[in-house]
């Protein structure tokens, strides 16, 4: 196995035990408080934050942290590389925590703008959501902590820890689910302490490991640090470009206010599902081979970048396209199976269903996504990405706008579908416009194969589609099936749809060797 495959498979292993006990996180909140106004206002109150978040951790602040972290580490300077990591994260440090002060203080007036547009005794209600935001913001500088610790695993190619500690987070809110919702009069608050909770074991526990490295950030302030002014100065252009989906999700979340409240509960579950394959396999790939590219362009190797670039494409492409039909064709089954219990009603898992066929449409965009903006990141080109996602933006608001506004006014009652759907087409947009960008520049140069291997892909996704289209339908109403009867079916149709796309890539002649990572 080649080694950025190999990273790529531990990656995704820990992401797996993640997204299993995220399955299980999201299984028990919807059992225990259903899709109501209250887990709503928790949905508002987390994403804010969730989104912050992608801006101080995982999305700009890493993508503008790891490539110059890589080119210290290529010059072997140890002295640079702990002066810059001391600045570097005294400096996130009291940006967070001023953040997270101005949030904690303007969460009141944050949740009437989110809000504004709800209306009706459905409602969902403003202040809760304002009160579940003073709980979750502190979260930001818990996980922006954990986000640097991680980026600097993932820089010397440390990526097992990282991607397991996100598995942290879903165990806190699990607990906080079984053991503290009795604590309130709300009990759906638990599930804000949890989030809180979370960031800070995360941290806890990848903060020690920095120190195996060699590497003890003292946390020092100076604003005019060269590292420091580099860093920021990369990060202004990813501000959209980094969480450009994230950014379109609160975008949704402003539109769906119209709706009834629980669409914005359909729309959560609707994204968690999409977020499965989405981590599991393009944030994955996305992540190794961002410094893998950061070596490649320091070293001049503009043919090895291009070879890995085009690795990782095909790489993502081999699981987005049968994740996009399964997860298309299974919405209701999987959503019956894993939420339609207690307060969770077959209605419920109707609606939310709907959100994930829709929005499966832009899988293969995601997470072909997470290489393409790789390919401009480990460069330190922010500016291109960041034009791409004001663009992808502006299509998104459009297309809720074209999409939503009918729907709602006849009355339609999976209005909510149309802010999915819009979403997974703003992400084929954004998908396009990078891909044509580094196309321009050189950059993105396919390598011959790729029309004998988008054959063989979409050949065996067809027969994967239509055998599980056949299957789903023969145990009749999902809903009304006991649950040791869903799973047992719904474990059989996902396991018949991947033996038939193994096969029939086998068939069609493709190897593993064809997947083999340029040197």
């Not at 949890?194 to 920095?210: D, H, K, Y």
Request: charged share 10%; hydrophobic share 60%; net charge positive.
């Amino acid at each position: 196995m080649s080694r950025l495959a190999r990273a790529s498979a531990v990656f995704g292993s820990m992401t797996l035990l993640s997204r299993i006990a995220g399955l299980v996180r999201d299984w028990l909140q919807a059992v225990t408080f259903g899709a109501g106004p209250a887990v709503s206002a928790f949905v508002v109150a987390y994403r804010i934050p969730n989104y912050l978040r992608r801006i101080f951790a995982e999305g700009s602040f890493s993508s503008a942290f790891v490539p110059v972290l890589s080119e210290l580490r290529e010059k072997g300077d140890q002295e640079a590389i702990q002066d810059f990591l001391d600045h570097v994260a005294g400096a996130l440090l009291a940006a967070v925590v001023l953040t997270t002060a101005l949030g904690w203080l303007a969460a009141p007036w944050i949740a009437r703008g989110f809000l504004a547009f709800a209306s009706g005794d459905n409602a969902i209600p403003v202040d809760l959501t304002a009160e579940m935001l003073r709980i979750t913001f502190p979260y930001l500088v818990f996980i922006s902590m954990t986000a640097l610790a991680g980026s600097v695993l993932n820089s010397f190619r440390h990526f097992g820890l990282p991607a397991f500690a996100p598995v942290l987070h879903n165990l806190s809110v699990i607990a906080a689910i079984l053991f503290a919702g009795s604590w309130f009069a709300v009990p759906e608050k638990a599930l804000a302490w949890g989030v809180c909770l979370a960031g800070l074991l995360q941290a806890a526990l990848l903060w020690p490991a920095m120190a195996k490295l060699g590497l003890r950030p003292r946390l020092r302030f100076r604003a005019r640090h060269p590292g420091v002014v580099r860093v920021f100065r990369l990060m202004l252009p990813t501000l959209f470009s980094s969480s450009v989906a994230q950014f379109n999700l609160l975008v949704g979340t402003m539109a769906a206010s119209l709706l009834v409240a629980s669409a914005q509960s359909w729309l959560y579950y609707s994204d968690r599902l999409v977020e499965l394959p989405l981590g599991l396999f393009g944030v994955a790939i996305g992540t190794v081979i961002l410094p893998h590219l950061s070596g490649k362009h320091a070293l001049a190797d503009g043919d090895g970048y291009a070879a890995s670039l085009d690795w990782g494409l095909r790489a993502v492409l081999l699981v987005a396209l049968p994740a996009a039909v399964g997860l298309g064709v299974l919405a209701l089954p999987i959503c019956a199976t894993l939420f339609n219990y207690g307060a969770f009603a077959a209605r419920d898992a109707e609606m939310t269903a709907a959100a994930v066929t829709a929005m499966s449409v832009g899988i293969p965009a995601f997470m072909a996504s997470k290489v393409l903006l790789a390919g401009f990141f480990s460069r330190q080109d922010t500016v291109t990405p960041m034009r791409v996602a004001i663009l992808t933006v502006v299509v998104n608001i459009v297309l809720i706008v074209a999409l939503v506004w009918p729907l709602w006014r006849a009355g339609f009652e999976a209005a909510h579908a149309g802010i999915a759907l819009a979403t997974a087409l703003a992400g084929i947009a954004n998908a396009l416009l990078l891909a044509r960008g580094l196309r321009r520049e050189g950059r993105l140069r396919l390598l011959p194969g790729w029309g004998v291997y988008l054959g063989r892909l979409l050949t065996a996704v067809v027969a994967m589609g239509l055998a599980i289209a056949w299957l789903q339908g023969l145990p009749g109403d999902w809903n009304l099936l006991a649950a040791w009867e869903r799973v047992l079916w719904l474990g059989g149709v996902i396991a018949a749809g991947g033996l038939t796309y193994a096969l029939v890539l086998l068939c069609l002649g493709l190897r593993p060797r064809h997947l083999r990572e340029p040197p």
